[in-house]
C-alpha cells in the first residue's frame, strides 16, 4: 500500500512520515516545499500545491493509496479581519476539496484529515466530546468545519474518512502564540490571564497526533471523527506558574476580568491591531477540555503527554532557538 500524505513537510507530517516508514510501508510527502530532513530519504516527495486542482492531480493517486490531508492554514501568523476569507479558505476547504475530488477520480477511498477542535466554538458542555454543538467563531473553524460537512457528503458516496479534532498542537518545530508568551517570562515581566486562571488549559503532543493518524489506517479509516487532547489538563494558573519556576523568572501572574479584556481585544481587532484571534480569546476561560475517550476505544489511542511538560519543552527550545543553538532546519512555520 502507498500512504499518500498532503501537507507531508508540515508540522504533523513530518512525525508521520517515520512512523509509517518504520511499519514498512510506501510513503510520497506532497507538499509546496521539501525540507532535507534525514526521514524523507526512503520517502518520495512530490512538490503539490494543494489550492491547484491540476497540480494535486498530478501527485498520481492510486486506487489502493491511504490518503492523509494533513495541509491547513492556521491561527498563527494573525491575520486582520479584512483576509482572514482569503487566507484560510484556499487551502483549508478548497484544498480538502480538490484532494477529495482527485481520490475519486482516482478511485481511492480511504482519507484521514485533520480539522480542529475550533469548529466547538463555545462551550455549552464539558468536558466536549465530538457530539458536542458546532458553531464556530471565526474563519478558520468555519473553513474547517465545512470539510467535515464536505467529508460526510463523500461518505455518503462511499468514502471511509476519518477526521480528527485537536487541541492546540505543541512540540519541537512550531511555536505560535506562545513565543509571546515566553518573551513575557524572559523579560520578568506580569503574565496577564483572561480570566481568573482557574480554568484548564489543555494542549495534544505532536507526536501523539501523528500516532493517531497511524492508527485510524490501521483500524480500517473509521468513519468517525476524534478528538485529540491530553489527560488531566491543569488550570491555566497552575501550568504558567510551573513553567515560571522553572524558567527561574520572576514573573507575576496576573489575573485580568475576562469581559473588559475580550472587549478591548475586540476593539483591537475591529481597529484592524489584532494581538490574537477571536478564536483564540473568546474561549480563553472557558472550560474547552476534549474528552478523548472515543479515540481510545475505537483506535487504541491515548495520549502520552503532559501540558506541564509539553509546555516545558516548548519553553526549551523557543531557548535554544533564541540562543543560537536550534538548526533552522528544525523550525516548522505555522502552516
Known amino acids: ?20 516508514l518504520a511499519d514498512g510501508e510506501e510513503v510520497i510527502v506532497a507538499d509546496i516545499v521539501r525540507s532535507e530532513l534525514p526521514h524523507y530519504r526512503p520517502a518520495r516527495f512530490v ?12 501527485v498520481g493517486i492510486g486506487p489502493d493509496d491511504m490518503v492523509y490531508n494533513l495541509s491547513a492554514k492556521m491561527l498563527s501568523p494573525i491575520q486582520v479581519r479584512a483576509k482572514r476569507h482569503d487566507f484560510f479558505w484556499p487551502v483549508n476547504f478548497r484544498g480538502t476539496e480538490n484532494i477529495i475530488q482527485a481520490m475519486d477520480k482516482a478511485g481511492a477511498g480511504k482519507l484521514v484529515h485533520y480539522t480542529t477542535d475550533m469548529i466547538y466554538g463555545h462551550t455549552y458542555a464539558w468536558p466536549q466530546t465530538e457530539d458536542h454543538p458546532a458553531a464556530p467563531l471565526g474563519e478558520y473553524g468555519l473553513s474547517k468545519l465545512k470539510t467535515e460537512e464536505l467529508a ?37 515581566l506580569p503574565v496577564p490571564m483572561i480570566g481568573s486562571g482557574r480554568n484548564p488549559y489543555q494542549f495534544i503532543s505532536v507526536f501523539d497526533c501523528a500516532e493517531a493518524a497511524r492508527l485510524a489506517w490501521k483500524a480500517g479509516v473509521p468513519n468517525q471523527a476524534y478528538n485529540l487532547g491530553s489527560l488531566n ?9 510551573d513553567l515560571v519556576r522553572h524558567a527561574g523568572s520572576k514573573s507575576v501572574l496576573l489575573p485580568t476580568p475576562a469581559w473588559a479584556v475580550k472587549r478591548t481585544l475586540d476593539l483591537l481587532d475591529l481597529l484592524n491591531m489584532p494581538i490574537m484571534d477571536p478564536e483564540q480569546y473568546l474561549i480563553a476561560d472557558e472550560m474547552c477540555v476534549l474528552d478523548v475517550s472515543k479515540a481510545e476505544r475505537e483506535l ?10 509539553m509546555l516545558i519543552a516548548a519553553y526549551s527550545e ?5 540562543d543560537g543553538r536550534a538548526s533552522s532546519e528544525s523550525r516548522v512555520a505555522a502552516e
Open 318 to 322: 523557543y531557548r535554544a532557538v533564541r
Open 300 to 309: 487504541g489511542w491515548a495520549p502520552r503527554y503532559r501540558d506541564e511538560d
Open 233 to 241: 489538563p491543569p488550570p491555566v494558573r497552575k501550568l504558567l506558574g
Open 152 to 188: 460526510a457528503q463523500w461518505r455518503e458516496r462511499g468514502m471511509s474518512i476519518s477526521l480528527f479534532r485537536p487541541r492546540l498542537i505543541i512540540g519541537p518545530g512550531r511555536l505560535g502564540i506562545l513565543a509571546k508568551l515566553f518573551k513575557l517570562i524572559d523579560w520578568n
Open 47 to 58: 512538490q503539490c500545491d494543494v489550492t491547484d486542482p491540476a497540480s494535486v492531480a498530478a
Open 1 to 20: 500500500m502507498k500512504h499518500v500524505i498532503f501537507g507531508g513537510d508540515g508540522f504533523v507530517g513530518r512525525h508521520l512520515v517515520p512512523l509509517l
